[in-house]
């Protein structure tokens, strides 16, 4: 099975700052990638899929980047609203794994 | 609207089996497969498995081989996620989604003697 490995697994930030989370996957998935936010009692949202299409609705702040096996979500500036846990998500061949999350946390 | 409404929250004694709908609307039920993910209280999120609703056809994840059945019924575009001899440790909340961008709000199991 395909293991995704996410980090930082929290991070302290302010709003207005720029932050970036990775995920490395143990083998080439192409850009079978997408990035979630959860908030807490919520089901998780799509932010981006195929590594760095933005889904529809979604702030442009938020970008992905990356192909292969190592991924990248960048939040350029980031606002009170997003203070929430991330979770990168590799589809490749159908069968999911879920990175171990991000928790972001404010400073 | 695409939306993907959940059977309600579910309490199992260990031992026990339970069965969750899926019920979808707003899109063509048999053109996305469904996937089931879980999260234990705390957790992060885990992968359980899928459906094809067209073919019927099932894809688990190893951890739940054995243990987990995915239905469909598509005269009712619903879903079925069954999941058999429960532990205590399998109380989470249980998501249904259209492929990755349509989730449904989750059921709660909760497993306890």
């Known amino acids: 099975a395909i293991q995704m490995t996410q980090s930082p697994s929290s991070l302290s930030a302010s709003v207005g700052d720029r932050v970036t989370i990775t995920c490395r996957a143990s083998?080439?998935?192409?850009?079978?990638l997408g990035w979630y936010q959860q908030k807490p009692g919520k089901a998780p949202k799509l932010l981006i899929y195929?590594?760095?299409s933005l889904q529809s609705g979604v702030p442009s702040r938020f970008s992905g980047s990356g192909s292969g096996t190592d991924f990248t979500l960048t939040i350029s500036s980031l606002q009170p609203e997003d203070f929430a846990t991330y979770y990168c998500l590799q589809d490749y061949n159908y069968r999911w794994t879920f990175g171990q999350g991000t928790k972001v946390e404010i400073k | 609207q695409v939306q993907l409404v959940q059977s309600g929250a579910e309490v199992k004694k260990p031992g026990a089996s339970v069965k969750v709908s899926c019920k979808a609307s707003g899109y063509s039920f048999t053109a996305y497969y469904v996937h089931w993910v879980r999260q234990a209280p705390g957790q992060g999120l885990e992968w359980m498995g899928s459906?094809?609703?067209?073919?019927?056809?099932?894809d688990y994840a190893q951890k739940f081989q054995g243990r987990v059945t995915m239905t469909r019924d598509t005269s009712i575009s619903t879903a079925y996620m069954e999941l058999s001899r429960l532990r205590s440790d399998d109380t989470a909340m249980y998501y249904c989604s259209r492929g990755r961008d349509y989730w449904g709000l989750g059921t709660l199991v909760t497993v306890s003697s």
């Open positions: 083998q080439g998935i192409r850009n079978d």
């Open positions: 459906i094809n609703p067209s073919s019927g056809g099932t």
């Open positions: 195929g590594a760095s």
